[in-house]
Structures are given as structure tokens and as C-alpha cells.
């Protein structure tokens, strides 16, 4: 008989039990935490189905998960991939606000997705459903080009340019600038790159600043900027070369070309180009390409570090990396990408324009910064830093004397 009287103690327990971990799963659930995750569970379903409707130009679809917002903005735009992964909800009961990844690749260009943070805020429905009231950059987050306007897209023989607030016309003059960059830098830099570059002019110099999640002040007097990880593998997603309208715009039909062309190199050389890469050889290299063939004399292509060598004023060292900084002191910033410039034409015109390209590989393909320059100059150009800086001091001289 013992058995069982210890058999009706040990129930008791197990029935308290079983009733508190009752309790605690209707805790669970009033909390946030399995409501949470069905809160999630739909609002992931509603960004699926809007991803299609972009994917498929279904407006009808699109507006069954949203409002209008930018849909139309998108309707030029070549997609080949669009989709969403939720990262976060927070549910207000009622309202929600989702923190997303937005994943999308354009058609032709685009080898992996590119991937940008987005907000969206959502309530429900008179149907209890989800209901996207406005998508927008996550906080601290770039716009996309279609956050800003409806954009027109120009197709090149190699480029896609597309832009917000800009004629046909003038997207067509930079297809065609674009399309005679990127022959031009086949030529000096060779073909092992994706020979086709995308161009975003945006309306206004603030416009491009969104763009780069920056201060519109950091790009003032800059006519373009290459977006891009340096090192990057050939899968990645294609550089975009920026474009700053109002700078650009001030420009005459060779600056113009001298543009897209340095730009276009950056994205030739983006594979090549590391941390081990100061920027006083990328983008003197950059600046060499553009020129080159252009018939602009030293004089014309560096006019800053002219009027410094008239002045008796000769570097004393290639620029630091903090020389090509924003700061707002335009000369200092252009004698730095002049600097630059005369260095690597000096490589090419004293040994050679393949040694310069192979000179550039080697620095590129050392570990890290330190030596790199260096070790790079010994095994490609038999020199040292020391005995080049000095060469091209001389050959400053001999440029400007």
C-alpha cells in the first residue's frame, strides 16, 4: 500500500507543474516572445509577395502590400533579383515598425546582390492584414537612386546609366562618354574586368550625397566618386560611378571624358587595388588613364603643382593618404591627385607603361600596407622609395622647370 500513497505524492508536484508551465507559455505569448515571431512570420510574408510584384512590374500586387511609394520610380530600372529578409520587428499592436535587408541586382551587370539596410512601417488592415505604409533607408543608411525620383535609364554599348531629374539627352552624352571610357581603359590596364561600368547621375550634388550617406559638403568641387570594396572578387556586385551634376556640369567635353575615364579605371583596377594600395598610386594611376591620349600637357593636367614648382616650392615626399581627405582645401587636394598623376606617368614614360600596370598588381597583392610600395618598387622597377622620390622630384623639374 505504500506504492501507492507515494505514487499520489509524487502527482501532486507533477499537476502543479504542468500548471505553471501553463501559465508561463500564456505569459510567453501576452510578452512577445512566439507573438513576436508571428509578427515577423507575416510581415516577412508581405515583403515576399512585394518582391515578387517589383520583380514582375505588378502594381496591382504591389499595392495589395503597400502604398504606391516609389513603384513607379522603379519602372526603367533592369532587375534581375529583388527580395527582403527581416531582421527585426517591433509590434505596437496595431502598428509595426521592420527592419529589413533589401537584396537586389541589376540585369547584366550585377554578379551577386547588392545589399542595403531598409525601414518599413506597417499597420493592419481592416482585414487583420499587414499593410506597408512607407519604406525608407535604415537609419544612417544610403538612399537608392529610386528614394529620390523616377529614373530614366540610358543602355550604352557598355554601360547602363541611369538618372533622376535629367533629360534623355544628357543621360545619352554620358552613355556615350562612359562607352568611350571603357575601351580607353582596356587599353592601358588590359581586359581582365567586367569591360562595362554603371553610371547614377543623380539631380543635385545633394542628390549624390545621399547617395553616399555622407554630408553634401564632403563632395563639393568633386565631379565623380566610384563606389566600390576595394579587393573585392569579381562575383561582387559592379561599382557605381556617382556623379556630381552640378561639378560635372562645369566642365568642358575633355574634363568631361577625363572623368568617366579615371572612374572607370577604379572600377578596371577595383580587383587589384587593397589596403596594401596608398592612394597617391591609385589615383595617380587613375588620373594616368584618363589623360592618356588626352594631349593634355603637364601644365595643363596639374596646374596646382605648377604653380608651386614656378614658386620654387618643390614636394619634398609623394602625398600621405590624409592628403586626399575633403577637407575643403581644394589645392591641397589637387595637388595631391596631381602628385599622384606625374608618379605613375613617370613609371610609365621611364619604364614602361606594362611595368607601370604590373608595378600597380604587385603593390595591390602585398599582405599589408607596410613594405608594400617598397618591395613592389625593388622587384618590378629595381629602385628603391628613396632613389624614386627623388627621380620624380627631378622629373617635376624637368616638367615644370
Sequence with gaps: MAAPRRSRRSAQPAERLVALCLLLVAL????????????????????????????????????????????GNLREVPLADWSYRVTKVRDSGGTATAEAELRYRVEGYDKAPI???????????????????????E?????????????????????LVMGVGQSRERLSDFAGLADRAV????????????RHVIVLVPKSLEGMARLLGSPASSYRGIAAVTTGETGAPATAPADRVIVNP???????????????THETTHVATRTHTSP?????????????????????????????????????????????????GFSGDASRLARAYESGWTACRLIADRWGEVRLGEFYRAVGAHPERAGAVEDAMKKVLGTTPAEFTEQWREYLRAQFG
Design 139 to 159: 537609419q544612417k543608411s544610403a538612399e537608392q537612386l529610386w528614394d529620390q525620383g523616377a529614373v530614366s535609364v540610358v543602355q550604352g554599348e557598355r554601360s
Design 183 to 194: 575601351p580607353a581603359v582596356s587599353e592601358a590596364w588590359g581586359t581582365d574586368w567586367s
Design 115 to 137: 545589399t542595403v539596410g531598409r525601414t518599413l512601417t506597417l499597420s493592419l488592415d481592416d482585414e487583420g492584414e499587414w499593410y506597408v505604409d512607407e519604406e525608407r533607408p
Design 28 to 71: 510567453v505569448s501576452c510578452g512577445g516572445g512566439p507573438a513576436a515571431d508571428r509578427t515577423e512570420d507575416e510581415v516577412q510574408r508581405v515583403l515576399d509577395i512585394r518582391a515578387t510584384a517589383i520583380l514582375g512590374r505588378d502594381q496591382a500586387a504591389f499595392l495589395r502590400t503597400g502604398a504606391p511609394g516609389w513603384f
Design 246 to 260: 552640378d561639378a560635372y556640369g562645369v566642365l568642358g567635353d575633355t574634363g568631361k571624358q577625363v572623368v568617366l
Design 276 to 324: 596594401a594600395t596608398p592612394l597617391w598610386l591609385s589615383e595617380g594611376y587613375a588620373d594616368w588613364v584618363g589623360y592618356r591620349g588626352s594631349g593634355r600637357t603637364p601644365a595643363e593636367a596639374a596646374p596646382e603643382l605648377e604653380r608651386e614648382m614656378t614658386s620654387g616650392e618643390v614636394p619634398d615626399a609623394l602625398p600621405e593618404d590624409a592628403d586626399f
